[in-house]
T-cell receptor
Framework: KAGVTQTPRYLIKTRGQQVTLSCSPI?????VSWYQQTPGQGLQFLFE???????NKGNFPGRFSGRQFSNSRSEMNVSTLELGDSALYLC????????????FGPGTRLLVL | KNQVEQSPQSLIILEGKNCTLQ??????????LRWYKQDTGRGPVSLTI?????NTKSNGRYTATLDADTKQSSLHITASQLSDSASYIC????????????FGQGTILTVHP
């Protein structure tokens, strides 16, 4: 069974631009969560989607948004990029919102210049 | 404010030796605590998940303990191997809304031959 896949793996953008990251969960998984990882802040929760609905949201500004499609694939969008948005963005999937085990993808490394 | 603190920040041990990583948390109400292993350049991988009623849980050479009264957890690694070199992250989930995870900053473990 294929694992969680994220595209692109690496991305370079400039300040003010916007970016869309994609996550394909493990087949059969309906819950997708997004996280931001930086050396200074560590891992931080962005939001969780289940059955195309956002269930939870972390403490990030409105520039960060996401959505989930009927096939459970999810996208995350960051508008008006800032230098501080440079980070590793991780996606994790699980069977459902109350499933114990989340499986993480390899992440998308975003660099904002 | 919910917090998760891990110690030490980094640790160097020789191959074959044992080590213990610590995690203290203030998250309340508590749902479950997870330990993840993250290799450089890869997404985190779940090692153990423990609920309030569980004191110990093992996964191969990894054994996690939980004291919900003192809000402390430890991850013990026995007979360390070079492949154990990674960042170990403690994550605590509160019971108010599933999906809101509080992450520790991680312990970077380096195993030398």
């Amino acid at each position: 069974k294929a694992g969680v896949t994220q595209t692109p793996r690496y991305l370079i953008k400039t300040r003010g631009q916007q970016v869309t990251l994609s996550c394909s969960p493990i087949s059969g998984h309906r819950s997708v969560s997004w996280y931001q990882q930086t050396p200074g802040q560590g891992l931080q929760f962005l939001f969780e989607y289940f059955s195309e609905t956002q269930r939870n949201k972390g403490n990030f500004p409105g520039r960060f948004s996401g959505r989930q499609f009927s096939n459970s694939r999810s996208e995350m969008n960051v508008s008006t990029l800032e230098l501080g948005d440079s980070a590793l963005y991780l996606c994790a999937s699980s069977l459902g919102p109350d499933q114990e085990t989340q499986y993480f993808g390899p992440g998308t490394r975003l660099l904002v210049l | 404010k919910n917090q998760v603190e891990q110690s030490p920040q980094s640790l160097i041990i020789l191959e074959g030796k044992n080590c213990t990583l610590q995690c203290n948390y203030t998250v309340s109400p508590f749902s479950n605590l997870r330990w993840y292993k993250q290799d450089t350049g890869r997404g985190p991988v779940s090692l153990t998940i423990m609920t309030f009623s569980e004191n110990t849980k093992s996964n191969g050479r990894y054994t996690a303990t939980l004291d919900a009264d003192t809000k402390q957890s430890s991850l013990h690694i026995t007979a360390s191997q070079l492949s154990d070199s990674a960042s170990y992250i403690c994550v605590v989930i509160d019971d108010t809304s599933y999906g809101k995870l509080t992450f520790g900053q991680g312990t970077i473990l380096t195993v030398h031959p």
